[in-house]
């Protein structure tokens, strides 16, 4: 792909921030520029406004790492919550993900990553301190380990769970098994012993 | 996927305008959305702005169709480009994939799609009217009908043609051929016997 300017400076500039966005490449991104710009009071403009807004108002919770426009976050305050469950996600994406599900009617601790001694990111790099400070506070009487079944994340989880020694609080983590509408064919074979392990009656 | 509000307003509505872009979806919207929060100032602030500027700024040059932050387009006004060659594209999309070939030094005629009457597009919804006026004011000495090689494209073609009847301008199509790189294996018949016409000698 050549470098030449095929358009004025400012739909360039657009057409290289739209290919840092995640899903899109530098020739998407041209595709999603020409379409934008034709859409231009239909979607670009609420578009830019909508980034401007969350520019202005996301911001990280100071207790839990969720994005939201209110600090503490909307799930933090929210009085309908079991303030006494608390998910322990890696990510705002796992923590959205579980939301979706609407399994629990619990409170979460975003941990911003695992552990990654290779990739430089260390317990400090995580929110973990805040967590153990959130449950030695009280009012935590469960802690369920929602990472991913990853190295990384059970080396985090295990991590975790030696902070939090000493202190009450009951810690799980999700079941492993057959996900549901998964065929047994397809499965590897430490998904098929957990879910042989851990078979429930009928 | 359930309508469940995962976050604020704000970020809801940013992750459904994201997923109207071309090349998103619903799921690569939101990993987007998080992505633009995580990195707020490097590229949400930067691509808000960007966004902001085109919406003020890109118009549709009024000679030939092209989109520009001026009117008449930069292609338009440039002194070095050969005026009497025009290559006639049926969108933006396409006058930017010549550009990025950079194979001719002309100026261009978007036309805005192509003749469908079953989608309801007719000849005055393309600028076919301007084309046509364009080369009558003369200056114009070749037209080169670069729009693509699908029916619609060749009826589109047809209908220009008929449209420049009696005006001093040569019409020329771009040749058919095999894709430089590809295997003759893969193409099909119609290529190949179009290729095999239009044979050249070594």
Redesign the interface.
Known sequence: ??T?R??????E??IQ??A?????GPR?A????????KK?DQ?????????????E??TVCSVCGN????DPC?ICTDPRRDGATVIVVE???D??AL??A?AMNAKYHVLGGTLSPLDGVGPEDLNIRSLVDRVAAGGVSELIIAVNATVEGQTTAHFITDQLEGLDVKVTRLAHGVPVGGELDYLDEGTLSAALRSRTSF
């Open positions: 792909m050549s030449k095929i358009a004025g400076p400012e739909i500039r657009l921030l739209l840092k966005v995640p899903g899109l998407s041209r595709r999603a520029a020409l379409h934008l710009i231009k979607l670009m403009a609420p578009l830019a406004g909508a980034l401007a807004e969350a520019v108002k996301v994005v939201d426009t209110v909307s990510d705002v994406s923590l959205w939301e979706r609407g």
